[in-house]
């Protein structure tokens, strides 16, 4: 089985200051490793993933992530943020070769301030 | 437009009664899947399915039940059974051939029982 944790559960940061969310999995297998991003009272949207290739995968919004297998971690960076970054973000991990269901983490909620 | 179709978005109900959500896609996605969010718990899978008249428990599934007699639809009832059943549930699906664990998610419904 695998397991995800978002290290951190709230990260408030300014307006154009850059940002790092924390997530670290553990499996026995490899793993396919993705970033949600959920607005209030919505459902989650696909920010990114990781599926093989290149250890560093990108978003057209300014996010990227770079899988660090010796880490086990896959941290989502934003070099500048902006008010509309807002949200709550989530890391999901699934075990390749199995079912693919995946495993979320808690989340963490970005919080932009002006 | 393709995608996950949640109703009602806000339902509202008296303790020990039975509630059913629904899900509907046109995204010809053979796999679905509910989910339960509370806050600081991220997400955690009550009930899959991977092909039509076929399912499973996932994490939490006591106190809910599920129907998948067509591949568009996944009703999920909420039970009185369900100690706390106050929540967002979210449903989501994975198109075939996709074996990563990528998941495309519905808005959600926010379920008040009071």
């Known amino acids: 089985a695998q397991s995800v944790t978002q290290l951190d559960s709230q990260v408030p940061v300014f307006e154009e200051a850059p940002v790092e969310l924390r997530c670290n999995y553990s499996?026995?297998?490899?793993?396919?490793l993705f970033w949600y991003v959920q607005y209030p009272n919505q459902g989650l949207q696909l920010l990114l993933k990781?599926?093989?290739?290149?250890?560093l995968v990108e978003s057209i919004n300014g996010f990227e992530a770079e899988f660090n297998k010796s880490q086990t971690s896959f941290h989502l960076r934003k070099p500048s943020v902006h008010i509309s970054d807002t949200a709550e973000y989530f890391c999901?991990?699934?075990?390749?070769?199995?079912?693919?269901?995946?495993?979320f983490g808690r989340g963490t909620s970005l919080i932009v301030h002006p | 437009d393709g995608g996950i179709t949640q109703s009602p978005k806000y339902l509202f109900r008296k303790e020990g009664q039975n509630v059913t959500l629904s899900c509907e896609q046109n995204?010809?996605?053979?796999?679905m899947y509910w989910y339960r969010q509370d806050p600081g718990q991220g997400l955690r899978l009550i009930y899959y399915?991977?092909?039509?008249?076929?399912?499973q428990k996932g994490d939490i599934a006591e106190g809910y039940s599920v129907s998948r007699e067509k591949k568009e639809s996944f009703p999920l009832t909420v039970t009185s059974a369900q100690k706390n059943p106050t929540a967002f549930y979210l449903c989501?699906?994975?198109?075939?051939?996709?074996?990563?664990?990528?998941?495309?998610f519905g808005e959600g419904s926010r379920l008040t029982v009071l």
């Open positions: 989501a699906s994975s198109p075939p051939g996709l074996a990563s664990g990528e998941l495309f």
């Open positions: 990781y599926l093989s290739g290149s250890t």
């Open positions: 995204l010809n996605h053979d796999a």
């Open positions: 399915s991977q092909i039509v008249n076929d399912f």
């Open positions: 999901a991990v699934s075990a390749s070769g199995g079912s693919y269901i995946p495993t």
């Open positions: 499996s026995s297998v490899s793993v396919y």
